[in-house]
């Protein structure tokens, strides 16, 4: 079984501040990793996926996260905060295999941004 | 290119009232269709899976239920809906080969019960 704990339910950063969203996960077999965002009132946008090769994986928006195995962690990081960074982040995992693509999610980030 | 339309946007409906959720997706077929709910502050749960016509996987014991009556179609349904089933509902699919396999959502539905 997966399971995703996502440390941290708000965020706040400043404009220009770096971002960091930290995740860690279990599971019982190599994981797919993924980042959702969510605005208000609407779905989950893909920021970004690990399946297998490079554990530096880069997204949309100068989202990026990296996948250490050592510390089952899949942290996302942006150098940078934009005022239209400000969404609820969510991580997820899914095993490989025959799962039938089945996502396990945390519980969410709701960053803020500050002008 | 493939989209997936959700309806409707935004529901109130009384308690004890049934209710009816529909999903479809475009530009794609034998689709892996699911529902989740996500509730406030507790993420997102996975309600129902689909992996073909008329197969449906629940994963958690509810008041819902799902149908598939088409390749590209999802229902979320229930006869008599309770308080506790106010929550936004998203619909996903993927599909595509195991190392791409990613889950696209639709825009949701928030529905409440009162």
């Known amino acids: 079984a997966q399971s995703v704990t996502q440390l941290g339910s708000h965020v706040s950063v400043s404009e220009g501040a770096l971002v960091l969203l930290r995740c860690n996960y279990s599971?019982?077999?190599?994981?797919?990793l993924f980042w959702y965002v969510q605005y208000p009132n609407q779905g989950l946008q893909l920021l970004l996926k690990?399946?297998?090769?490079?554990?530096l994986v880069k997204g949309i928006n100068g989202f990026e996260a990296e996948f250490k195995k050592s510390e089952t962690s899949f942290h996302l990081t942006k150098p940078s905060a934009h005022m239209s960074d400000a969404a609820e982040y969510f991580c997820?995992?899914?095993?490989?295999?025959?799962?039938?693509?089945?996502?396990?999610f945390g519980q969410g980030t709701i960053l803020t941004v500050h002008p | 290119s493939q989209t997936i339309h959700q309806w409707p946007a935004t529901l109130v409906q009384p308690v004890g009232s049934p209710l009816s959720l529909e999903c479809t997706v475009e530009?794609?077929?034998?689709?892996?269709l699911y529902w989740y709910r996500q509730a406030a502050g507790r993420g997102l749960q996975l309600l129902f899976y689909?992996?073909?016509?008329?197969?449906i996987s629940s994963e958690v014991p509810q008041n819902l239920s799902a149908s598939r009556p088409q390749d590209r179609q999802f229902i979320l349904s229930s006869k008599k809906l309770l308080l506790s089933d106010s929550g936004f509902y998203l619909c996903?699919?993927?599909?595509?080969?195991?190392?791409?396999?990613?889950?696209?959502f639709g825009a949701g539905t928030r529905l409440s019960v009162l």
């Open positions: 996903a699919w993927n599909g595509g080969d195991e190392a791409k396999n990613i889950q696209y």
């Open positions: 599971s019982s077999v190599p994981p797919y």
């Open positions: 690990y399946t297998t090769g490079a554990t």
């Open positions: 997820a995992v899914r095993a490989g295999g025959t799962s039938y693509g089945k996502l396990t």
């Open positions: 530009g794609t077929s034998n689709p892996n």
């Open positions: 689909s992996v073909g016509i008329g197969q």
